[in-house]
């Protein structure tokens, strides 16, 4: 009976010393890996964000990118200390390494975003950032996968032992006299069957089933196995938990409690899931609400007003989604989304009803540190659409809602919805962007000129000057529409090589003595975003000296929605140019949202007039009396009044009767190549009558 009883105490011993090493090594290693896995997919996924997001939504990522790279550098550095078996040494020192080299490539990537060139960064993100970032994520995967067998193969070792305590049990036994034997069959008994239960938990667990315990309920062995079992349990009890929270952190957000991108994306597959035997008639529909005056409310009462705002709004959320069984979550920053199924053969005023739905739950006031706030929104929404192999890719759902949402900001209406353009035309799109810089240098961006003349009597009577238009020559395509890349080109923030070509150009013109003799202006258009190019100023002054031209013959063109946008920023940018020469115009005059207060302070010369205002003017008296308005206004702040897009001798009439300055339009002349225009001045002495056009374009 001492031979059993020091072979089984020989056994446990040796099973239970395991079971520590497995607890205190193994699986903590095995969780660095899943947590280094999701902050590895956290930060990629924060990367894309960064990548797509205009300029004045980086600053909410950054904190994010940061969060998942320290974290990313701690795991990566428990991993080398903890790892001594040769076979995962090697795969840490490569997991290392690739966590350098994405580090390298992410530092790299913020510098070209922050020098405003986003489509440099992604090209970069996505030859080497991408790869090591995958790289990384394949290494933590082969370590888990590599921790996983060690912990199989403890447990095919314990097994082993338990059989072999069986076999020698049942061997003693036999050899002993009946009354031992009896005795004996009963403490293998009470051996045999919780080294099992042990046994098949530690299988389990291994398998990833963290809910498997032994639960010994009552004293069912020798006190060495109960210590095993509760040292199982206890484990597990740690790995639940650390799970749990690993999880809490990866797909809900700590302010609103809410699911985040990553929780939110997890619903909607498993929701896809749930209902793949039955096909649904329509495809989910995303909408995504913006607080519109989060930043202001961050600003004036602190981070904490805005997280008690947010916060307050996230729980209104959830009431309202728990009882119309929508999915709801918060997006970061301002951004909440509402993702739903909309019914059969529901059209746009299903997802009007909804939205209505989601701001009346959201309407009251909130207190916030003393302050009630009344919050408002914007809204984007986009209907999810059948891929080539016919699933939903919801990430490009949410993507399409958060661009309709960004057309709302911009636009400043309440709603727009995602305009989803064919693929060819969209393949179009991106070639043209691919090959825009090239056109840029070789020369395929052009130039074209459209007469400014002073509008006197029923002929022009004196050209001012021209407006420089930019005109794509593709050699595949023929002449490319300015409507069909200049808008995309904005978008992608390469603007500016389109402004510093149509400049360059305008500047040799400028310079040729002939111009200068005849002291023609040139009107070239800007963005906002050249005005925030820290060089742009300098650039300019660099580039006229070189090419001879006066400044004060140049005449920059800015969109007073555009403007609007970063006013505070664009007006030192003005003022330092204006006092180089350059003079300023405000381009699409009246549609905007600019005030009088701040066209005050704009060094600007010149309102040019939209032609939403021009265009048969005549047809009744309203449209004349505001017409009139305008061109009051402008002589008013002392500034030229030009009308742009007159194509009719009617038109032509009222703006003259109206005392505007300058006119330009097809009445006048079309774009035209700069030595074309030269010609065109030439020929029109004396000033012709103005002729009305067949047709309008």
């Not at 840490?92 to 992410?106: K, Q």
């Not at 607080?291 to 202001?296: E, F, G, I, P």
Request: charged residues 20%; aromatic residues 6%.
């Amino acid at each position: 009976m001492l031979l059993v009883v020091a072979l089984s105490a020989w056994h446990l011993h040796a099973v239970q010393k395991a079971a520590g090493r497995v607890a205190s090594e193994e699986w903590p290693r095995m969780l660095a890996l899943q947590e280094l896995a999701t902050h590895a997919q956290g930060h990629g996924a924060a990367m894309a964000r960064l990548l797509t997001a205009p300029r004045v939504q980086r600053e909410a990522i950054y904190p994010a990118l940061d969060a998942e790279s320290a974290a990313m550098d701690r795991l990566t550095a428990e991993l080398t200390q903890r790892v001594t078996e040769p076979e995962s040494l090697v795969l840490v020192r490569e997991l290392d390494a690739s966590r350098h080299r994405y580090r390298e490539v992410f530092a790299e990537v913020g510098l070209w975003i922050e020098s405003g060139e986003p489509a440099k960064a992604a090209e970069l993100f996505a030859a080497d950032g991408q790869p090591a970032l995958d790289r990384l994520m394949n290494l933590a995967r082969q370590l888990a996968q590599t921790q996983q067998r060690s912990v199989g193969a403890w447990q095919g070792r314990a097994a082993d032992r338990v059989n072999d305590a069986e076999a020698q049990l049942i061997v003693i036994s036999l050899l002993s006299l009946v009354a031992a034997a009896v005795l004996a069959w009963r403490i293998g008994r009470g051996v045999a069957q919780p080294m099992a239960r042990l046994a098949e938990t530690a299988k389990r667990l291994a398998g990833g089933e963290l809910q498997a315990r032994v639960g010994f309920a009552a004293k069912l062995g020798p006190r060495e196995v109960e210590r095993v079992g509760v040292a199982l349990d206890a484990m597990a009890e740690a790995l639940a938990q650390r799970n749990a929270h690993i999880e809490a952190i990866a797909f809900s957000d700590p302010i609103t409690g809410l699911p985040n991108r990553a929780g939110l994306l997890r619903e909607m597959q498993e929701a896809a899931h749930e209902h793949a035997a039955a096909p649904r008639a329509e495809p989910d529909t995303a909408l995504l609400f913006d607080v519109a005056r989060l930043a202001a409310v961050n600003d004036v009462l602190g981070p904490a007003a805005g997280d008690a705002l947010l916060h307050t709004l996230g729980h209104s959320l959830h009431n309202l989604a728990s009882v119309k069984g929508w999915h709801v979550a918060h997006l970061g920053a301002g951004t909440f989304s509402v993702v739903w199924h909309p019914e059969p053969q529901a059209a746009e005023a299903e997802v009007e009803r909804v939205r209505l739905a989601v701001l009346a739950a959201l309407s009251a006031p909130v207190a916030c540190a003393g302050v009630h706030i009344d919050a408002q929104f914007h809204c984007g929404w986009s209907r999810a659409a059948p891929g080539l192999d016919g699933g939903i890719d919801h990430g490009r759902t949410l993507r399409e809602a958060e661009e309709a949402l960004a057309d709302a900001k911009r636009l400043r209406t309440d709603v727009r919805r995602f305009a989803r353009s064919d693929p060819q035309q969209r393949r179009r799109q991106l070639v043209l962007l691919g090959s825009l810089r090239q056109a840029a240098a070789s020369g395929g961006l052009q130039m074209w000129l459209q007469p400014k003349v002073a509008l006197a009597g029923k002929t022009p009577t004196h050209c001012h000057g021209f407006e420089a238009l930019v005109r794509w020559r593709h050699a595949e395509w023929g002449m490319v529409s300015p409507a069909e890349f200049v808008p995309f080109a904005e978008a992608a923030g390469m603007v500016g090589v389109i402004t510093r070509c149509m400049l360059k150009q305008a500047l040799r013109f400028l310079g040729q003595p002939a111009v200068q003799a005849q002291g023609l202006q040139l009107s070239v258009n800007v963005s906002t975003a050249d005005l925030l190019d820290e060089d742009f100023s300098s650039w300019l002054c660099e580039q006229a000296q070189a090419a001879g031209a006066p400044l004060d013959r140049l005449i920059l063109e800015i969109t007073e929605g555009r403007l609007m946008d970063d006013a505070e920023r664009a007006l030192p940018v003005m003022h330092a140019l204006r006092a180089a020469g350059v003079r300023w115009s405000i381009d699409d005059f009246g549609t905007g949202y600019s005030s009088l207060a701040y066209l005050q302070r704009l060094p600007v010369s010149e309102l040019k007039v939209d032609r939403s205002f021009v265009d048969h003017v005549d047809a009744s008296a309203a449209r004349v009396a505001l017409l009139r308005s305008i061109v009051q206004l402008g002589h008013g702040l002392g500034l030229q009044v030009t009308a742009e897009g007159i194509e009719r001798v009617e038109e032509w009439t009222e703006l003259t009767n109206a005392g505007c300055d300058l006119a330009q339009g097809w009445l006048v002349a079309r774009p035209m190549p700069p030595d074309a225009a030269l010609a065109w001045l030439a020929e029109r002495s004396p000033a012709p009558a103005l002729q009305p056009l067949e047709t309008t374009a």
